[in-house]
């Protein structure tokens, strides 16, 4: 009896380590019953997700997720480059900001819980998955087909599946926390709501899709900013939150210039087309240094010295609103590109001219971009100066001039727009720097 006591503890030290060994490497080392009590959060079947701390950074695993997202991005680049019009820009901006609103709740999720860890990460491989699909049939977006799941309704129940992922991740870490439960009350009735009109559109086509998604778009939207007027989201990290934002920009810059770059076109570009791609490499150059030289960590600064609860309504408003279109104007631009260089690449339906639907992207995608910027630096460092605004606007004020004129001449004009607009915010923060004399400085 004593010898099979003993070979009976013995199984349960090795059950025991088995458990501990796999909660280790669920929670990254971390048992639940060692969080401090009020970090713990719901449980599914026993597991508690991981809690992100004050100090968290964006992960690996956030950046390959951002990746597939922002090749969704450049996605909506070769909707609109098919048969550029006046239509099928307003349906590509309608696509980017369904895509963009849908991924910022991701932004709060890595904020609350760690997204790489656990079933947390098991489910956003789901979101991820979705993503790619959508990514895939984003060019036909609006092309109906006699199939079952057409390119729309495929587009449309891939969003869902990536919207009601954020929800289940959402609820899951807010099953101990009143106020973050509150706030997704509020959030998640739009959220859903919002998937009639988007299923709707999908089925119906044309015109009616073009509508319904639009409604699908304002409920979102609508409903995220009642919640966080009624109770802001709760931030962890400012860190982690200017982080992941500013990742998705660099990465949105970086496969905009490889898509306007490549593109659908069979030729490679050669002689002025050529000299288009270095001009396009140019500005974006400039769109990154105008960005991310000094106004990002001037910007993560003073959003972490906003106090209390006031941080994530700043940082919700600043990144959340002003992002999303400085990445839109980023796409715009490069479809801009891509424009030119299938005109100098390719028979043009417009020989000797770029075109107004080429040139308000390449423009209008320009100033949204200097404007966003204005507004981001507004709501987090403060301090616009009304020449900046000017400059901002300098895009839409030749913009006339650009659609008469050759493409490469139009894209020369707006390299050496957005170079002389770099060149001065480089001597607008030098003069912000340099100490005033008539103050005394402290020793």
Partial sequence: MSVARGRSGQLDVTIAGTVRALRDLMFGGTPPAEMPQNARMGRIFGIHPVPAGVTHRTTMFEIFFDLVFVFALTRVITFMAGSPSAVTLAQGLLLLLLLLYSWSPYIWVGNLVRPDVGPVRAVTLVAMAAIFVAALVLPDAWQQSPEL??????????????????????????ATNPPLRSTLRFFAVPVVLGWVPLIIGALLGGAAQTALWTVAFLLNIGGARIASTFRPWQLRSVDHF????????????????????????????????????????????CLWWLYFDRLASAAREAVSNVPGERRARVAGDAYGLAHATLIIGAIYVALGIEEVIAQLTEESAHPGRLGWEAATALYGGAALYLLSRLVFRRLTVGAVYPTQIVAGLLPLAVLPIGRSVPPLTALTVLTALLVGVTWFERRLDGRAERPDPAQPRLS
């Fill in 149 to 174: 799941f057409d390119a729309p309704l495929t587009l449309a129940l891939a969003y869902v599946v990536g919207r009601a992922v954020q929800l289940v991740i959402l609820f899951w870490a807010s």
């Fill in 242 to 285: 200017s982080e992941r934002f500013g990742l998705v920009l660099i990465i949105a810059l970086g496969e905009s210039l490889i898509s306007a770059g490549a593109g659908p076109r069979a030729m490679a570009p050669v002689g002025s087309a050529l000299v288009a791609a270095l001009l396009g490499l140019t500005c974006t150059v």
